[in-house]
């Protein structure tokens, strides 16, 4: 579906959100988020549990009404104009909006009906969706019995069945193995290629680095907004990897030591943030050697999204608890 089709000019952006707020009682979801993705553009939101990135979703797929603020997509106001906006996205969860009981090619076959797609383009599009998940020649098997990868295909094929221009993705790849998740975003970037625009929610790391822009997120509110790479070359301080025989009891005694200003697991490593290289080496030696902690190396780094991620969630209140 073209952007002419749905009133969006081409230089004006395909999701564009303004002050976007929802609140909860009290409770303030999601506060004042602001921010433009263009056509095929892969736009991340990156947060931890509780930051608002469902929220912020639900609002902008038409299924929230916002509490103040206002977001397009699509060219539809989400207020005002939230079954449009519902019929010119695709929409895929965690929980892949499939029905288990159904067949492959059933489930397909109901999708096509919600979406309304003409039958002359049904049967072309129902084996473009089984090629994408790699279903070809099993539409009779039921979804139930198929490994949570496969689903993972079939939701998506599912989801972008009637070509929609914009695709939401929350946190789609909740409980994949790695292989799976790398297939997966293999055809987010054949999507994106080819035009679609795609906002995903994701707390994996190695993802986020495949989207083209970053929106951080941390209690409600839009902490950082950068290309990955853009993202990493902001933070100025050193990174410090840390190498020892107990990297997580490590970590724990190094977070307190004055001078470092975060230290975190990364991997099997320590990664520590110093606001000073050579007198931070000093007491890192100093403490691990004093708490029998075997210090096996001590090498610079440049920052990964990891460490940009932990220290904006940091100084930006930290993780919500509970």
Same mark, same amino acid.
């Given at each position: ?17 303004d ?31 509780g930051?608002?990135k ?6 902008l ?47 397909l ?6 979406y ?62 790695? +292989?799976?998740? &790398?297939?997966?975003? #293999? *055809?987010? @970037? ?5 035009? =679609?625009?795609?906002? $995903?929610?994701t ?11 970053l929106?951080?997120?941390?209690r ?28 997580t009891?490590a ?6 030591i004055?001078g ?26 100093? +403490?691990?050697? &004093?708490?029998?902690? #075997? *210090?096996? @190396? ?5 920052? =990964?999204?990891?460490? $940009? ?6 100084r930006?209140g ?5």
């Amino acid at each position: 579906m073209a952007e002419a089709d749905l009133g969006v000019h081409p230089s004006e952006p395909v999701i564009d959100a303004d002050e976007l707020t929802r609140r909860f009682g009290d409770f303030v979801a999601v506060d004042g988020l602001s921010f433009a993705v263009r056509s095929g553009e892969i736009f991340g939101f990156l947060g931890p549990n509780g930051a608002g990135k469902t929220t912020a979703i639900r609002m902008l797929i038409g299924l929230l009404e916002p509490s103040s603020g206002s977001a397009r997509v699509a060219g539809h106001d989400v207020r005002r104009e939230p079954d449009a906006v519902k019929r010119s996205i695709g929409y895929m969860s965690q929980l892949f909006s499939l029905y288990s009981d159904l067949t492959v090619r059933e489930n397909l076959e109901l999708f096509a009906g919600l979406y309304d797609l003409p039958a002359d383009r049904r049967e072309d599009r129902i084996r473009w969706a089984l090629g994408t998940a790699g279903l070809e020649g099993r539409g009779d098997q039921l979804t139930a019995t198929l490994p949570l990868g496969l689903k993972q295909r079939l939701a998506l094929g599912s989801a972008v069945l009637h070509e929609p221009p914009v695709l939401f993705l929350d946190e789609p790849t909740s409980g994949v193995d790695p +292989v799976a998740r &790398r297939t997966f975003w #293999d *055809l987010i @970037s054949d999507l994106a290629a080819a035009g =679609t625009t795609v906002l $995903v929610t994701t707390h994996y790391m190695e993802e986020a680095e495949h989207c083209h822009r970053l929106a951080l997120m941390n209690r409600g509110r839009l902490v950082a907004l950068d290309a990955p790479s853009a993202l990493e070359a902001s933070l100025h301080s050193p990174i410090l990897e840390i190498r020892t025989n107990d990297p997580t009891r490590a970590a724990a005694l190094l977070a307190g030591i004055e001078g470092i200003e975060d230290a975190t697991m990364v991997g099997r490593s320590v990664h520590a943030m110093v606001a000073d290289e050579p007198t931070a080496r000093v007491r890192i030696a100093e +403490v691990l050697e &004093r708490e029998g902690i #075997d *210090l096996r @190396s001590v090498d610079r780094v440049r920052p =990964t999204l990891e460490d $940009v991620f932990v220290s904006v969630v940091r100084r930006s209140g930290g993780v919500v608890e509970g």
